[in-house]
T-cell receptor, first 112, second 114 residues
């Protein structure tokens, strides 16, 4: 599985934007970049995924570097409910493996 | 919004006993998964299930574990003879397009083996 690197923790203030980075320097051409989050005492929650172009949905935006060796999950206005562990995961549809490989992720703290 | 439902939310069992964890995936999803998370550790993949058979399993998923889709709605994980180290949160997930889409996870079953 291609490896991702994320900071262990980040802190933000409520109603401010949050940029969560992820490095994946060994990404292959067919790896999709997926983001999940896990709120305290809950199961993981799908956030967003993309391949090359930047992606937006109602939860967040995903900015992918031109060389695809890094990406950034953007929460436009953090709320207290966004406090969670955020996971950046690479998945290759052509690789045959369906599993999600979770790392330690980034623990986001949102201050009121 | 459709959700994955897991029951029970908490199960306490004696070592050596069999347990069955139940899941109702989203109705039009075709791919089903079980993951577990030991307290304070990473979320770990156990097994994936598609077209009424296991498509992939991890090293954790040994002969003590089995999965079944007994009818059109339920997806179960059975642990035949529980061990203390099986204590964990067990998450069921489903997806509609497998590798091309995200997983929707349930809120989990906390299994405590005593």
């Amino acid at each position: 599985d291609a490896k991702t690197t994320q900071p262990n923790s980040m802190e933000s203030n409520e109603e401010e934007p949050v940029h969560l980075p992820c490095n994946h320097s060994t990404i292959s051409g067919t790896d999709y970049i997926h983001w999940y989050r896990q709120l305290p005492s809950q199961g993981p929650e799908y956030v967003i995924h993309g391949l090359t172009s930047n992606v937006n949905n109602r939860m967040a935006s995903l900015a992918i570097a031109e060389d695809r060796k890094s990406s950034t999950l953007i929460l436009h206005r953090a709320t207290l409910r966004d406090a969670a562990v955020y996971y950046c995961i690479l998945r290759d549809p052509q690789g045959g493996s369906e599993k999600l490989v979770f790392g330690k992720g980034t623990k986001l703290t949102v201050n009121p | 919004e459709p959700e994955v439902t897991q029951t029970p939310s908490h199960q306490v069992t004696q070592m050596g006993q069999e347990v069955i964890l139940r899941c109702v995936p989203i109705s039009n999803h075709l791919y089903f998964y079980w993951y577990r998370q030991i307290l304070g550790q990473k979320v770990e993949f156990l097994v994936s299930f598609y077209n009424n058979e296991i498509s992939e399993k991890s090293e954790i998923f040994d002969d003590q574990f089995s999965v079944e889709r007994p009818d059109g709605s339920n997806f179960t994980l059975k642990i035949r003879s529980t061990k203390l180290e099986d204590s964990a949160m067990y998450f069921c997930a489903s997806s509609d397009q497998g590798l091309l889409s995200g997983h929707t996870f349930g809120s989990g079953t906390r299994l405590t083996v005593v």
